[in-house]
C-alpha cells in the first residue's frame, strides 16, 4: 500500500475553536485555547500519526479585521497558510454562521483551488434543528468537498472529520518521525503556556499588550528541574502595574498556574522567573514584533 501524507490547514474566524480542534486530534496540547478572541498568534504545526498515512495540521490565527502591524501579521500568517497546504479546514462556530469573515475565506479558498471542508464547531452547544440549517446555507455554495459538524471539545465528529481528510490525500512521504508530535521548539511552547494564563486571568487589553520571551532556560539533570526564566513584555507602565499586581499577586497567580502547567508538560519539576518590562509599543513596532517571535 502507498503512503499518503499532507499538510492541512485549520482556518478560520477567531475563537472558533481551531486550536482546540488541533489539540483534540493530536491528543495533546499543542495550541493555546482561551475564551478571548485573538489567543493563537503564530502558526503551530501537529502531526497526527495514523495507519499508513501522516496528516500535518497547521493551527492558525484567527482571521479578523486588522488593526496594528501584530494583527496585521497574524493574519497574513494565516492567509499564507491557504498557499503552503495541500488540503484547507475551514472552520466555523455554529451559533455564529454569519460571522463577516466567512465570505472572504471562502473567496480565498476557492481561489486556491484545494480540496476545502468546512467544519461547523461547537455542536455540543445547540441541538439537530440548528446545525441543520447551518448546513444547508454552506451545502447550497456546492463548494466544500465536505461538511462535518464537530465539537472539538467533546471531540464527537472528529472522526468522521479524519477519515473526510484522508480521502483526499495524496501519495507522499512521511514528513515527520513517527514520535514527533510537533515541530516547534520546547521555549515556544514555555512562553505559549505562560501567555495562555496572561489571557486565562487579566482582562481588557491586557492580554493583546502581552508578549512572551524565554530568556534562559537551565536543566539540573541530577535533580530533574528545569529553571526556566521568562519576560513578559507590556506596552505601557501601568499595564506592568496591573500585571504585577498588589504586592505581585497578579504575577504570582500566573505564574503558578504557568508553572503548573509547564511541569505537567514537561514532566519535570519547575523553577519559573517571571520579569515585567514595558517594551514601548511593541505591537506596533516591526522590529519589536520580529524580535518578540511575531
Ligand atoms: N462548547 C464548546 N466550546 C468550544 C469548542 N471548541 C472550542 N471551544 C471553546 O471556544 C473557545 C475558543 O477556543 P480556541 O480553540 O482558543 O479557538 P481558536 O479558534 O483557536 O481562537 P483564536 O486562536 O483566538 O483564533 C475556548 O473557550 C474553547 O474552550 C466546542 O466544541 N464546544
Ligand atoms: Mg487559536
Known sequence: MTFLSGFIAILGPPNVGKSTLLNRI??????????KPQTTRNRVLGIHHGDG??????????????RTPLHR???????????EVDILVLMIDMKDPEAPEIPSLIGVAKRSEK???????KIDRGNKSEILPVIGKFSDEAFFDAIIPVSALK????????????????????????????????????????????????RHELPYSSAVTVERVEE????????????????TLSQKGILVGRQ?????????????????????QVYLNLTVRVSKNWSR??????????
Open 26 to 35: 493530536v491528543g495533546a496540547k499543542l495550541s493555546i485555547v482561551s475564551p
Open 53 to 66: 498515512f501522516q496528516m500535518i495540521f497547521m493551527d492558525t490565527p484567527g482571521i479578523h479585521k486588522t
Open 73 to 83: 501579521s497574524m493574519v497574513d500568517s494565516a492567509y499564507s497558510a491557504f498557499q
Open 115 to 121: 480540496p476545502a471542508l468546512l467544519v461547523i464547531n
Open 155 to 202: 471531540g464527537d465528529g472528529v472522526p468522521e472529520l479524519l477519515e473526510a481528510i484522508r480521502t483526499k490525500l495524496k501519495p507522499g512521504p512521511p514528513f515527520f518521525p513517527p514520535d514527533m508530535r510537533t515541530d516547534q521548539p520546547d521555549t515556544f511552547m514555555m512562553s505559549e503556556i505562560i501567555r495562555e494564563k496572561i489571557y486565562l486571568f487579566t
Open 220 to 235: 539540573a539533570a541530577e535533580k530533574n528541574l528545569l529553571r526556566i526564566f521568562a519576560v513578559v513584555h507590556v506596552e
Open 248 to 268: 505581585g499577586t497578579m504575577v504570582k497567580k500566573i505564574g503558578e498556574a504557568a508553572r503548573m502547567e509547564l511541569e505537567r508538560c514537561f514532566n519535570v
Open 285 to 294: 513596532d516591526t522590529r519589536a514584533l520580529r524580535r518578540l517571535g511575531y
